[in-house]
């Protein structure tokens, strides 16, 4: 289960007993809506697709490789196909080595995505295992798509710029500085990170 409309509102109510400024924010703009991805070795492969492109070329790549391997397609299928077949489909050779590293993975057996491990930090340590998967991507796959509500993104700009107008700070905090701002609001720092991608998108009139 991701992090639902109602689990997002709860986490954000109990952040805001605690502190006035989230408290005044949320009356203003209200709460964010979910952003719920599915379980699984394809929404990292999209990831890997949509890395450095825009969406549309990101979404216009996806949608060949679907094509190409068939829309129930497994790792396996991927890794059938040669070079060519898919830099037709967009993928750069940087690109298909990322998503090779991740379909060996998962074919050989040696990356389950139903059974990562419940401690936040070593299942990032499982996902970046994957070549082109860093600590940002395995955050937000572990925030989307299995709902952790600790999950706290600090590399993301938009979160970073998000905190900055929040708290009214001078510079924007970076990826360090923020882990230390986000231990405040343990343990519903996902809700949070979805709150600073909502007020961010909310410029103060």
Request: glycine content about 8%; proline content about 4%; some cysteine.
């Amino acid at each position: 289960m991701g992090l639902t409309a109602d689990r997002i509102k709860s986490g954000l109510d109990a952040v805001a007993v605690a502190d006035t400024t989230v408290a005044k924010e949320l009356k203003r703009i209200g709460y964010p809506q979910p952003r719920l991805r599915e379980r699984g070795y394809k929404t990292l492969l999209r990831t890997i697709v949509g890395q450095q492109v825009s969406v549309a070329a990101a979404s216009s790549m996806w949608n060949k490789l679907e094509a190409e391997l068939g829309e129930g397609f497994t790792p396996a299928c991927l890794l059938e196909r040669d070079f060519d077949t898919l830099r037709a489909c967009g993928l750069s050779k940087q690109k298909q080595g990322y998503a090779r590293s991740l379909c060996e993975l998962v074919d050989a057996g040696e990356l389950d995505f139903d059974s990562l491990p419940d401690d936040d930090e070593a299942a990032i340590a499982e996902l970046t295992r994957i070549k082109g998967i860093g600590r940002w991507s395995a955050e937000i796959y572990l925030l989307f798509a299995e709902g952790r509500v600790d999950m706290w993104p600090a590399g993301d700009l938009a979160v970073q710029e998000g905190v900055k107008r929040l708290l009214d700070l001078e510079e924007r905090p970076q990826e360090k500085q923020l882990r230390e701002i986000g231990e405040r609001w343990r343990p519903h720092r996902g809700p949070m990170a979805i709150f600073t991608w909502h007020f961010y998108a909310n410029p103060a009139l």
